[in-house]
């Protein structure tokens, strides 16, 4: 008489659900993959055009940059060990698609600034390039002194190099040996990050070595240390511009590369799908004539 009555649960069906894609999305796709290859081979020829000319500037730039080294060669100058006050400078540029050429960097700035800090030094550190700034900020934002941008745009110039430094002078922070940490360059395919010496004029004074230049004074070596510094500078930016292009130009070719496999597979697909369509439409046709 009395019967119990069933209520129909529908539970849902968690899953993906995966289906063939149709020659429309692989047409799109494959669209967007020849768009992007003729994007990236552009890009390589337009850095290997830079490249070409960062090279050729190269050379007469690292004159620069081992002049003004070479005072602190042959005087054998050395930190004191009970000094504090470091100063890291680092190169890197506002522009990307070029490989591991800023992380590189910023990886060499965070052992150095562990390795510094953990032995009870103050270290501040100058950024060069917004790419190198957005690596750093967030973690070791507190050791930020200066950061410059609008760096990469252009081939860098000496009175970059010279602004740069007239920041740093200007910024009151008063470093007793520092750093510069840059990508020099080696090859097409290959650089290395390498890193220079800087001193500042009390530590060039106070040095044993010095006793033997004679005619040096407190405003000729204060000159020497300012124009020094520019040199250094000036040399990483150059070192620095020409790895960025090289560097730059290997990843464009392998993007061009990769983006020619992905043409091929997709091109495949695309026939594999064409035929099943034809195929399948051919089937259906036949098997209604021979319902007739």
Known sequence: MFARASAVVFLPQCGQVR???????????LKAVKNIQKITKSMKMVA???????????KPARVYGTGALSLYEKADIKAPEDKNKHLLIGVSSDRGLCGA????????????IAKLAGAGKEVMVVNIGDKLRGLLYRTHGSHILINCKEVGRKPPTFTDASVIATELLDSGYEFD??????????SVISYKTDEKPLYSMDTV???????????IDADVLRNYQEFALVNIIYYGLKESATSEQ?????????ASKNASEMIDKLTLTFNRTRQAVITKELIEIISGAAAL
């Open 177 to 186: 040996q520092g750093t510069i940490i840059y990508n020099r360059f080696r």
């Open 48 to 58: 290997a055009a830079k490249y070409a000319r960062a090279e050729k500037a190269l």
């Open 19 to 29: 289906s063939m894609a149709t020659l429309k999305d692989i047409t799109i796709r």
């Open 246 to 254: 090289s560097a730059r130009m290997t990843a464009m070719d392998s």
């Open 101 to 112: 050429i800023h992380s590189s960097v910023a990886k060499a700035i965070k052992s150095e």
């Open 205 to 215: 004074a106070n040095s044993e070595n010095m006793g033997i230049y004679d005619d």
